[in-house]
């Protein structure tokens, strides 16, 4: 007895040690792309041509599709935001598309727990979201299918499938601006340092929104902080967007001598392209 549960153990090892991990046909592969403050994080597998005939051959025409291969795409969001205009709420999704010659359709599922595209398990009810987009040919070829964002701004990009030669962009849009007015709001309302203002004045600026009010934050970062060369960087910018040129041109050389005491040459430089270009408008207006 003694020797058949050796034997048996010694078969079992030898078993467990012949095993090959062999590498994946369709590699894992995941993106992460931050979009304003929002986070997304895409999970696939990223199958291959492989010389193969893809959209209308082995991802057909009028059927579901995993977006991939192997176990369904999940596409993760932590705050809601909109595809194509209509609302996601945060959270986790099977990612699917049902692919046809002139227009395809993008879903956002509800159940994550299908494996592939769970074709005879699919239930549109469970649907979050359903969107349409028109495909397009690519100008180069994509030999693995690939994820990735373009075209990102503070408020939205456009998340872009690629595969063999043809390409899908779905457009994403996040309400950035709310949530930093709100935060900006709540900020203020607590102990605001000079920090605090340059950083709402700076946000205010950059997105070209109220730069009466981004003004008005930068000069209380100046006297709550004292003068530095990105307080009266800010400071410039307010004021040529309410076309107070003069005043811009005072504190672009402002800047650009602080600037130039820290050895900033970068803010020396494009202090001197404000100078320049805001001279040239005041000339302008003074006609």
């Known amino acids: ?99 046809y010659e002139s227009h395809w359709d993008v879903v956002f599922h509800r159940d994550t727990t299908l494996w592939g595209d769970g074709r005879d398990k699919y239930n549109p009810k469970k649907d979050a979201l359903r969107v349409r987009v028109t495909p397009a040919k690519s100008k180069i070829f994509q030999e693995n299918f690939l994820i990735s964002f373009d075209s990102i701004t503070h408020n939205g990009a456009k998340m872009k499938w ?24 709540k900020e203020l309302q607590l102990n605001p340092t000079a920090q605090t203002y340059y950083e709402a004045a700076r946000y205010l600026q950059e997105q070209n929104l109220d730069p009466e009010t981004s003004l008005l934050y ?36 402002i800047s650009r001598n602080l600037a130039n005491e820290q050895g900033k040459d970068e803010f020396v430089r494009i202090n001197n392209e404000n100078i320049k270009k805001w001279k040239k408008s005041l000339e302008l207006k003074k006609d």
């Open 218 to 253: 930068v000069n209380e970062a100046i006297e709550l902080g004292g003068s530095t060369y990105y307080f009266f960087r800010v400071k410039s910018i307010a004021e040529a967007s309410l076309g107070a040129y003069e005043q811009a041109i005072h504190s672009a050389q």
């Open 1 to 99: 007895m003694k020797n058949n549960i050796v034997l048996f153990l010694f078969f079992f090892s030898a078993c467990a040690l012949a095993q090959i991990e062999f590498p994946p046909v369709s590699p894992f592969s995941k993106i992460e792309q931050q979009i304003g403050i929002t986070q997304i994080e895409v999970s696939y597998s990223r199958p291959a041509v492989k010389g193969r005939k893809i959209i209308g051959g082995l991802v057909p025409y009028n059927r579901i599709w995993r977006v991939g291969a192997n176990e369904s795409t999940k596409f993760k969001i932590n705050t809601d935001i909109s595809i194509g205009e209509k609302f996601l709420e945060k959270g986790t999704y099977a990612l699917y598309a049902f692919p």
């Open 162 to 185: 690629l595969w063999e030669e043809t390409q899908i962009s779905i457009p994403i849009q996040v309400d950035t601006d709310k949530y930093i007015g709100e935060k900006i709001e």
